[in-house]
């Protein structure tokens, strides 16, 4: 007991300088999790950037073929955006039913955000089959090579936010909301958040930028 | 590591998480953040087709709407606060923009720099022949 009590003290000042601060100990899970989950999104962030910044130096290269104002449609992106913030949303809804344990407002809440993400990747699929058999392809121009890898990039997002989603739902469905399912929760909110302002950019950058000039 | 779901007192808070609050008022703060994300995305699209405004004004108003709508997103949906609790995810945040900002702002700038240097291309395909 008092060779436990002498261990302790130490721990709690290892230089003994002879203050000892009441340390909190290491930070809660749900605390650790999410915070890594953050750093990647971060980094998932820095690595859109490059295709954004690929995408600015390509943007007039277009080789004779298509500029970006005759190939966007305002009418798609605009139902696009809206879909993708409304998921966003209801994906907020989703995490609040989670944590206070509410299984029908959570199978709603990731039911509309699972439709909305589909319709989202619909539009977007259309649009670049579209693209394709006009023969605007990715090999036709640098601009139209930087335009599918950038938004094709999102657009695999989405689909593994998707994936995640109807994941995330079968564990709550099998398992309840365990402590681990609720971290798992946590960070595909965070995924689907982060999907939806690298999107920000997309719209703004690409199509509304794109068609002006 | 203990596996509780909220925080104790005197610890940081995930990124994501807010503090305590009702269910009312954390709906609400979703209801606000969509609000304000649906008016800037309107403006957006409303100025990229628009002939009401001085047209050279068009693209740096578009990135300062697209900056703003990132911030709604960070404030209202992943909670992202200037409180002490959430100084960690505010660092990080901090040290991904730098990342972000030195990657896009240089390849830009080095890359119109070489642009105007360069001479035209149907000047340089004969030099290659």
């Not at chain 2, 009401?52 to 709407?65: D, F, H, K, R």
Request: hydrophobic content about 55%.
């Amino acid at each position: 007991m008092a060779m436990t009590a002498t261990a302790d003290r130490a721990h709690a000042d290892p230089h003994h300088i002879g203050v000892v601060i009441e340390h909190p100990g290491p930070a809660p899970k749900r605390i650790v999790t999410a915070y890594g989950f953050w750093v990647f999104l971060l980094s998932d962030i820095v690595m859109f950037s490059c295709f954004f910044a690929a995408y600015a130096v390509l943007a007039d290269q277009t080789a004779g073929g298509p500029k970006g104002s005759e190939i966007f449609d305002q009418r798609n992106v605009a139902i696009e955006t809206v879909c993708l913030l409304l998921s966003s949303f209801t994906c907020g809804m989703a995490s609040i039913a989670a944590d206070v344990r509410n299984r029908f407002w959570f199978y709603l809440g990731m039911a509309v955000t699972c439709v909305l993400g589909l319709i989202f990747l619909a539009i977007e699929f259309r649009e670049f089959a579209d693209l394709v058999a006009r023969g605007y392809g990715p090999s036709r121009s640098a601009f139209l090579t930087s335009f599918f890898s950038l938004v094709g990039c999102h657009g695999l997002h989405v689909s593994a936010g998707v994936l995640w989603l109807l994941t995330m739902m079968a564990q709550v469905f099998a398992k309840g909301f365990r402590a681990d399912v609720l971290r798992r929760m946590m960070c595909f909110a965070l995924f689907w958040h982060a999907l939806d302002i690298v999107w920000v950019g997309v719209f703004s950058v690409v199509y509304l930028l794109g068609s002006g000039t | 590591m203990s596996d509780q779901t909220h925080m104790l007192a005197g610890h940081d808070l995930a990124p994501g998480d807010e503090e305590q609050h009702s269910v009312g008022a954390r709906i609400l703060g979703y209801v606000v953040g969509l609000a304000l994300a649906l008016l800037l995305t309107a403006t957006s699209f409303f100025i990229a087709g628009t002939d009401l405004v001085w047209q050279p004004s068009i693209p740096v108003a578009l990135i300062v709407l697209a900056i703003a709508q990132m911030g709604v997103h960070l404030v209202f949906f992943l909670h992202i606060t200037t409180g002490p609790d959430n100084t960690n995810n505010v660092l990080a945040l901090a040290f991904g923009l730098l990342v972000v900002f030195l990657v896009v702002g240089g390849t830009v700038w080095i890359m119109s720099h070489l642009n105007a240097n360069m001479p035209p291309m149907d000047q340089i395909m004969p030099m290659r022949r």
